[in-house]
């Protein structure tokens, strides 16, 4: 079991930053490979981010790519996400998942565990 508490949500301006963190408990951090999905109203889940074991590999959608960057705190159990140069079209519910193994970065379903979200607005 792991369980997965998201931070940071919040409003901000266009082109703004935010930092979103996900601490996790239950499990071997280190072990786990963390992401990123955001869920707008009306639209379906999408893959953000992800992030290998050791924090070396990454992987981005590319609606976010050279704005957002995923890195992970194994001495903290935490995975971040660091949001910048924000749009309107970002404003979404933002999820944190884990799971110990993975075969496609950008399914949902190859997540085993979630947080309960963190909502993010930008206005313009």
């Known amino acids: 079991q792991v369980s997965l508490v998201e931070t940071g949500g919040g409003s901000v301006q266009a082109g703004g930053s935010l930092r979103l963190s996900c601490a996790a408990s239950?499990?071997?951090?280190?072990?786990?490979?963390m992401g990123w999905f955001r869920q707008a109203r009306g639209k379906e889940r999408e893959f953000v981010a992800g992030i290998g074991r050791i924090g070396t590999i990454t992987n981005y959608g590319d609606s976010v790519k050279g704005r957002f960057s995923i890195s992970r705190d194994n001495a903290k159990n935490t995975v971040f996400l660091q949001m910048n140069s924000l749009k309107p079209e970002d404003s979404a519910v933002y999820y944190c998942?884990?799971?110990?193994?993975?075969?496609?970065?950008?399914?949902?379903?190859?997540?085993?565990?979630w947080g309960r979200g963190t909502q993010v607005t930008v206005s313009s």
């Open positions: 998942a884990a799971t110990p193994t993975i075969s496609n970065w950008r399914s949902q379903h190859d997540y085993d565990y």
């Open positions: 239950g499990s071997t951090f280190r072990g786990i490979v």
